[in-house]
């Protein structure tokens, strides 16, 4: 049977892991594991088209041009409205100030079916206005006051003859008001009782509406659930008892129950009852609690989501003993122990979360009964070795890792995320054990890779250096994040054979990537990060890579791009953070066709060298951070200016050709002067200079010479 309307479970493939920076925020990371929300089961929104004064509405007319769906959201509404048109059906008048619902006349609303009062002041509602509304089939009424006359409203929903879809979330409501508000709908299927103050369940609290399917009592102090609290309830498939204080649930006994959250609670324990028949459970929330160890589901067989994340699971191993520091406070607990019975009970399980755990050792073999396991997260655990079994054999086994997968034990798996671990190298065997592994993300652990010269070598590397993790040959993997492992080198062809499209080497500071390093990725790389690393340029020489889209290599120091990205068809690019003057025009050349966005702030871009910005401008790319980037004027004292407008002081002009010419051939002649004078000189001769005519007539001469014939 397929789940109900609405979405409990959000689990992303692993691509978003191995690329945090794009494309949620371009140029900031950003991703959350296992995004679970049961709060807004049935979601309604009004969207008015046309408005007259505290009113909108829109919907095809029920008779006429009148409309069907009117709303008054923040009207700032005292009181019902009483001009509404006729044949409304969806009215909302939520996040007004409306304190009753206790007028003797209303306007005709014979045809509502959906009234939205959440968010006012209401607390005090009255049976005669309700029983003017007999197609109401659902009623919004979160965050008001209904607690204060929670009697007298009580006796007003028993006219609540119809109501399918209740919500009383946040109105105050003890254990001991529900069960009147909920004595009289019978045909009541969905409620809402989340963010009131539950302590307890008793049983046949929910007797008065046997036909719910969803129920949501999160973000209440519930401690206690009684036996037979849920028992009227044989059509129930989505439950949420999140953010609560239950301690213990030893008899889980909803076998039609499909959805189960459980999440934020102090569970140490999580039982079913065995015996008539499976449960139909699907998708089981119970991250957030105090489990010791993976929890009992010898009946689970339907079962496809689990989220155990953020618990104190320590071992997987049904031998191991907890550590001294966890007490066993239920003797229920003595008879629940980890086994491989549980594994194989759980054959349609797809997503499996251990993330936030304890956990030291991973035995594959646990999960090889989990015929569909498509995503395992073990992130943020202490994981230091990764083996084929749960306990040796003999006590001489192989937990080492050195010896060779059976072919039979393959696991299904798709996606892994082991990052935030200690993991020093991975077996031999471990990519041999997962046949179909397409993305795997091994961030923040002490990985180092194998050369492909190296994979062959016992432990996967040389008897003198320290244990590798062979990355190519891998037929099918094609998302690897090694991010923050303190990785300095990578040897040639470190993924050749491996088909890869993303690749994260980010926050490996002091990271150098030799143009060999990437060798054998040429025609499929196609997402590239490389953040954080610190590289200049002789450390990052990044060969021709002809399907390589997105590029990341913010956070380093280099002055010039690597020459192999022009042949590129580059479309997302982040060089933020970096200590680049000015962009390679022939790279911008080469992706003025392809290039869609560019994060540059954080660069000494000079202010008289912009022409590169001009091109990306006018090729129409995205700058996102522009507003952020600055340039330098070094002819003004080093002074700065933002790039997103030009710098207001003036550049040197370049001189045309003539008069470069005049100028060479003035400094010419000159030169040429200077020369003459000091090579005569240099031999003794001196200048003769024409003399005024007072001086020859002082020796003697005459002042005027008369030529005779």
């Not at 990985?447 to 070598?457: K, N, R």
């Not at 090579?679 to 020796?699: C, F, K, N, S, Y």
């Amino acid at each position: 049977m397929p789940l109900p309307h609405g979405t409990y479970l959000i689990q992303p493939p692993i691509l978003p892991i191995l690329s945090p920076h794009l494309p949620a925020s371009l140029c900031s990371p950003g991703f959350k594991l296992f995004a679970h929300s049961l709060s807004q089961l049935l979601p309604i929104t009004f969207k008015p088209m046309r408005t007259v004064p505290g009113i909108g509405w829109d919907g095809d007319a029920l008779q006429g041009s009148s409309p069907t769906k009117v709303s008054c959201r923040a009207a700032g509404l005292h009181s019902f409205p009483k001009d509404l048109p006729q044949g409304v059906k969806h009215l909302d008048l939520s996040h007004n100030f409306l304190q009753n619902l206790s007028e003797s006349r209303l306007p005709a609303l014979g045809q509502l079916e959906h009234l939205d009062l959440r968010s006012n002041r209401l607390e005090a509602i009255s049976g005669s206005v309700l029983a003017q509304l007999p197609r109401l089939h659902s009623l919004l009424l979160g965050s008001n006051r209904l607690h204060q006359n929670h009697q007298d409203n009580a006796v007003a929903f028993s006219a609540l003859q119809g109501i399918e879809v209740l919500d009383l979330s946040a109105n105050g409501l003890e254990s001991h008001m529900v069960r009147g508000f909920l004595s009289g709908l019978t045909t009541l299927r969905v409620l809402h009782l989340h963010r009131n103050r539950l302590s307890q369940l008793p049983a046949g609290i929910f007797q008065g509406s046997p036909w719910l399917s969803e129920l949501d009592l999160s973000n209440n102090y519930i401690m206690d659930i009684e036996e037979g609290a849920f028992e009227a309830l044989r059509e129930l498939v989505v439950l949420s008892l999140a953010l609560n204080s239950l301690h213990c649930l030893s008899s889980f006994s909803l076998r039609q129950l499909q959805v189960l959250n459980l999440s934020h609670n102090a569970l140490e324990l999580f039982g079913w009852e065995e015996g008539r028949g499976p449960y139909l459970l699907q998708v089981l929330d119970l991250s957030h609690n105090r489990l010791l160890s993976f929890p009992q589901l010898p009946a689970a067989h339907r079962l496809v989501h689990l989220n155990l994340s953020h618990n104190f699971i320590t071992s997987l191993d049904p031998s191991s003993h907890h550590p001294a520091q966890f007490v066993l406070h239920y003797e229920e607990m003595v008879s629940f122990s980890t086994s491989l019975g549980t594994a194989v009970s759980l054959t349609r399980l797809a997503e499996l979360d251990l993330s936030y755990n304890c956990l030291q050792l991973l035995p594959l073999l646990f999960f090889h009964a989990m015929r569909s396991l498509f995503t395992l997260s073990v992130a943020m655990n202490c994981l230091q070795d990764i083996t084929m079994e749960l306990m040796t054999r003999d006590g001489d086994g192989d937990r080492n890792g050195t010896a060779a997968w059976q072919e039979d034990a393959a696991l299904s798996l798709r996606s892994m995320d082991f990052h935030g671990n200690a993991i020093r190298a991975l077996p031999r065997w471990f990519f041999d054990a997962l046949p179909q592994l397409e993305a795997i993300d091994l961030g923040s652990n002490s990985l180092q890779p194998c050369g492909s010269d190296m994979g062959e070598i016992p432990g996967g590397g040389s008897p003198r250096s320290e244990p590798c993790t062979a990355f190519h040959s891998i037929p099918h993997l094609q998302h690897l994040s090694l991010r923050r492992n303190s990785l300095t080198q990578l040897l040639p062809r470190t993924f050749s054979r491996t088909p890869l499209l993303s690749l994260d080497l980010s926050e490996n500071q002091g990271l150098a990537v030799p143009r060999v390093a990437l060798e054998g990725l040429e025609h499929s790389l196609q997402q590239l990060w490389l953040r954080g690393n610190h590289m200049d340029n002789s450390r990052a020489e990044i060969p021709c890579l002809d399907e390589l889209r997105v590029l990341d290599l913010s956070g380093n120091r280099l002055s010039l791009l690597p020459t192999g990205l022009s042949c590129s068809p580059l479309q997302t690019l982040d060089v933020s953070g970096n200590e680049l003057p000015a962009l390679p025009k022939q790279a911008l050349m080469g992706w003025t066709h392809s290039l869609q966005a560019l994060c540059l702030a954080g660069n000494p871009f000079h202010c008289c060298e912009l022409g590169w910005l001009d091109a990306l401008q006018a090729a129409g790319v995205q700058l996102p951070d522009l507003h952020r980037a600055r340039c330098i004027h070094h002819r003004v004292t080093n002074r700065t200016a933002p790039l997103s407008s030009r710098p207001p002081w003036p550049c040197p002009q370049p001189w045309d050709g003539s008069s470069v010419l005049v100028l060479t051939t003035l400094l010419g002649v000159l030169l040429c002067a200077g020369c003459r004078v000091c090579w005569l000189r240099g031999h003794g001769m001196g200048i003769l200079l024409p003399q005024p005519q007072t001086d020859r007539v002082a020796e003697g001469g005459p002042a005027q010479s008369d030529t005779e014939v």
